[in-house]
Nanobody, 115 residues
Framework: QVQLVESGGGLVQPRGSLRLSCAAS????????MGWYRQAPGKLRDAVAT???????SYADSVKGRFTIFRDNTKNTVYLQMNSLKPEDTAVYYC?????????WGQGTQVTVSS
């Protein structure tokens, strides 16, 4: 059974930082595609950052230079380091794991950027 548990969300002021964590069980993060997506109220869920099993990384244009995705294979966890946060980054952030056959989602963690 695959489980993805996100943590690290919260309320932060503009230009602040947060680090999201996605602890995986039932799946190995280093051998599967992993990613972070976000969904703001009234909008579709969009990709923020992804990392393949081979280590290739891609970012949404809106977060390039501010967000960093990385994984700790020893902890089987994927992280999203978010710096220079903006109000428009406010959303529910979801962790995603993709195998050859299935995709799995975490329950989401709320990130609110506001003064």
């Amino acid at each position: 059974q695959v489980q993805l548990v996100e943590s690290g969300g919260g309320l932060v002021q503009p230009r602040g930082s947060l680090r999201l964590s996605c602890a995986a069980s039932g799946i190995i993060v280093s051998t599967n595609a992993m990613g972070w997506y976000r969904q703001a109220p009234g909008k579709l869920r969009d990709a923020v950052a992804t990392i393949t099993s081979g280590g290739s990384i891609s970012y949404a244009d809106s977060v390039k230079g501010r967000f960093t995705i990385f994984r700790d294979n020893t902890k089987n966890t994927v992280y999203l380091q978010m710096n220079s946060l903006k109000p428009e980054d406010t959303a529910v952030y979801y962790c995603y794991a993709g195998t050859a056959l299935y995709g799995y989602w975490g329950q989401g963690t709320q990130v609110t950027v506001s003064s």
